[in-house]
């Protein structure tokens, strides 16, 4: 479900060394799972963008969390796994799809479930939230709340193609819970980590 450059493609040299470009997207066109052709601004790509750097942005924040000890690194990673698989279930657009693509790529409700599992694991050790907290609470704590960020506008992005019915519900409901599993953790790695987390106050002029 990648872009034209994200697959190897064998060179014509004896080795069979692989290039990493293609040239096959030089006229603004890429491939769906499908094989059909869409502009790379069309709403499957922006969706499927979005959630790579949403991935990215994970395993920015990854490193930063496992630096500190942190045991949830492991589920941040399990969680770039599903990413994978959200990326190709977008990449496979209903309307062009055939039943063998979509058995290939569907997206159950598993990743769903075990999302909200941890959610409500880090959610009981927390205190009460009183106020509004902004993005703060350490380099751990910040980094995940930038990923939480980007999870919002990944999901703004796959709402209308699930409206439109071209890809699965499970996708729209399993990035609105990765943002709260994000906010969650932000909130949790401050916390062990002593860091204070800065407070919402109006300005009054």
């Known amino acids: 479900g990648g872009e034209d450059g994200d697959r190897l493609q064998p060179s014509s040299t ?38 790579d750097e949403l991935s990215s942005a994970i395993g ?14 492991e589920e941040l990673q399990k969680i770039q796994c ?7 279930a977008l990449a496979t657009p209903r309307s062009s799809a055939r039943e063998a693509h979509l058995k290939h790529t569907a997206f159950q409700e598993g990743p769903v479930l075990e999302l909200e599992r941890w959610i409500d694991k880090y959610s009981s050790q927390l ?3 009183k106020a509004f907290i902004l993005p703060s609470g350490g380099k751990s704590s ?3 709340h930038f990923c939480r960020a980007v999870c919002r506008r990944a999901e703004r992005r796959v709402v209308p193609l699930v409206q439109m019915g071209e890809t699965d519900a499970n996708v729209a409901k399993f990035l609105n819970r990765l943002s709260d599993y994000l906010f969650t953790v932000a909130r949790y790695a401050a916390m062990k980590e002593g860091s204070q987390e800065k407070i919402y106050k109006k300005h009054d002029v």
């Open 82 to 88: 599903m990413l994978q698989d959200v990326g190709s």
């Open 14 to 51: 004896a080795a069979k060394t692989p290039k990493i470009y293609t040239k096959t997207g030089d006229k603004g066109f890429s491939s769906t799972f499908t094989g059909e052709r869409r502009p790379k601004d069309d709403q499957v790509f922006e969706a499927v963008g979005t959630t």
């Open 60 to 73: 920015f924040a990854m490193e930063l969390v496992t630096e500190k000890g942190h045991m949830f690194a």
């Open 142 to 144: 910040s980094a995940l």
């Open 127 to 129: 205190p009460p939230l």
